[in-house]
């Protein structure tokens, strides 16, 4: 404890002269309205805002589970949000901007942090971040689900195969969270990194070309993280809009 | 000539900043200066250094608040005239001025396991195949600076934590015998709780200052984490192994 404090006492909070708030404020500021979006578009407003335009179901509710006995006020989107978000907030990357921008801990790189005491991922609730593989399991069968659903915007009932700017945004969006996923440490570990000999037998040699793929595809896994936060909700926003009037949709169909 | 206006650490726990101005060419190094000002105008200075060119990892420091090599920082990324702050590494103990006693990176070495390698094959020798280490040599590449143990927020700002956590260099030489092809060591001695993998959080810090530009955290500490769940937090394995016997 003493050194803790000598620190700051010798030497002040830091003595970095760069702008070094400005990476986890941006970054905080950016979950921090992500989280308030979609608690708002698809836990508040629920069935009240309708989500489903024409072939285009917005991706907070893919796929659709609406079982007779659950009331009105609750929103379909509580059978399906639960995942990502336990994927979201176990996700290695997610957990090292929040760490930063939420709890400060630290705040930035060679910034003393404000709290006292520290046991990290050692103890509850923090070593719940363990469950990360679990959520991936989970996010993997999500992958095809949601390429259903991207397809699915190409078929209009009644006229059948053409294509809107809503089945571009959802084919987007579908291709982004698979890389995301596809980019996870986690399935890194699991496709080849656990591995000790790749050399040992035509099956560890295939895995280990299947890890140098998704190696690649790892080193930008913050890139695939954002950008795909930043398509699963404007892909909600634009359904949204679509069905409650607010745009119209450009497409090949007549009727829609 | 340009002139840098430096403000160097003197003394021990109880010292002080000292400003000084000294002149330098274009070209040169922190470290060249701080030798120069030792030259010319602190002759009693304390400083760590060995091979001036990024390989000894002896003139650590934190310049500007950032911990780095002064070997490895160029005057030309400062503008004329701007304050340079030099301070010993803060998390280690000061001996004095720009000298810090690194000697609990040594006892942490000690609890190291050491590499069991297989016996050699027929002929004689121990092969391995350059698929199976390439992913380590990147591991090989640490020159044992202590910055990222100095940058890592687990004892920089939590020093109870020293008898827990192994820090972030350790992890590196943790993953390199945990992956070695030929290494015969239990699964568990690489990730044992008492190195303190679970201290971690992946914040990046280490990999963000490391000289050697070592992907500390993606390539050594979140595998290590994720054997540790392999060993100890994943039901399905632990399933799997009470019905199929221990893999
Ligand atoms: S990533 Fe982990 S080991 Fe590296 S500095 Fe951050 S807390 Fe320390
Ligand atoms: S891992 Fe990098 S920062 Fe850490 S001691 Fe080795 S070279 Fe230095
Ligand atoms: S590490 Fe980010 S999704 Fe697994
Ligand atoms: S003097 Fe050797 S690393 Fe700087």
């Known amino acids: ?256 | 000539m340009p002139k840098a206006h430096l403000k160097v650490w003197r003394g021990d726990d109880s010292g002080q900043y000292v400003e000084y101005d000294v002149e330098y060419e274009e070209g040169m190094v922190v470290l060249d200066v701080v030798h120069r000002l030792q030259a010319t105008q602190a002759g009693d200075l304390a400083i760590r250094w060995n091979c001036k060119a990024g390989k000894c990892g002896s003139c650590s420091a934190e310049i500007n608040g950032k911990p780095k090599l002064q070997c490895m920082t160029r005057m030309g990324t400062f503008i004329d005239g701007e304050t340079i702050t030099i301070a010993p590494l803060k998390t280690f103990p000061i001996i004095r001025d720009l000298v810090t006693d690194v000697s609990w990176n040594y006892r942490v070495a000690e609890t190291m396991p050491e590499l069991k390698l297989s016996g050699p094959d027929a002929s004689g020798h121990r092969r391995m195949q350059q698929i199976d280490i390439d992913r380590e040599q990147e591991f090989r590449k640490c020159i044992e600076c202590y910055i990222c143990q100095d940058v890592c927020h687990v004892i920089r700002d939590h020093p109870e934590n020293q008898g827990n956590f192994a820090g972030p260099r350790f992890f590196v030489q943790l993953a390199n015998v945990a992956m070695h092809p030929l290494d015969q060591n239990p699964k568990s001695a690489t990730v044992a709780h008492g190195f303190g993998l679970d201290y971690c959080n992946i914040t990046k810090c280490c990999t963000d200052v490391c000289p050697e530009g070592i992907h500390i955290t993606d390539n050594a500490i979140i595998p290590l984490k994720e054997r540790r769940v392999d060993e100890y937090y994943d039901p399905i394995r632990a399933i799997g192994r009470k019905l199929f016997g221990k893999k």
């Not at chain 1, 760069?18 to 407003?45: H, K, M």
């Not at chain 1, 910034?111 to 989970?138: C, D, M, W």
């Not at chain 1, 991207?150 to 890389?179: Q, R, Y």
């Open chain 1, 1 to 256: 404890m003493a050194q803790a404090t000598d620190i700051q006492r010798r030497y002040g909070k830091t003595q970095r002269v760069d702008r070094w708030w400005i990476e986890p404020a941006l970054f905080g500021g950016g979950l921090l309205a992500f989280v308030i979006y979609s608690t708002v578009s698809a836990l508040i407003l629920g069935n009240s805002w309708h989500f489903e335009a024409g072939p285009y179901l917005s991706p907070f509710f893919e796929p659709l589970i609406k079982p007779g006995w659950v009331p009105e006020w609750i929103s379909p989107a509580v059978f399906i949000l639960w995942a990502p978000l336990g994927f979201r907030t176990t996700c290695y990357y997610y957990r090292r901007t929040y760490y930063r921008s939420f709890f400060m801990s630290p705040p930035g790189c060679a910034v003393t942090e404000p709290a006292k005491s520290y046991s990290g991922e050692s103890k509850f609730p923090f070593i719940l971040q363990n469950a990360h593989r679990l959520f991936l399991y989970v996010a993997l069968v999500f992958i095809p689900i949601l390429w259903y659903g991207a397809l699915k915007a190409f078929w209009l009932d009644g006229e059948g195969l053409g294509v809107g700017v809503g089945s571009l945004i959802l084919t987007a969006n579908a291709f982004l969270l698979m890389m995301y996923t596809l980019s996870c440490h986690s399935l890194r570990h699991l496709i080849g990194g656990g591995l000790d000999c790749f050399s040992c037998s035509n099956y560890t040699r295939t895995r280990r070309k299947a890890w140098d793929i998704l190696s690649l595809a790892n080193e930008h896994h913050k890139g695939w993280a954002w950008a795909s936060l930043i398509s699963v909700g404007l892909a909600d926003l634009y359904v949204h809009l679509v069905a409650n009037g607010v745009l119209t949709d450009l497409n090949t169909w007549s009727n829609f």
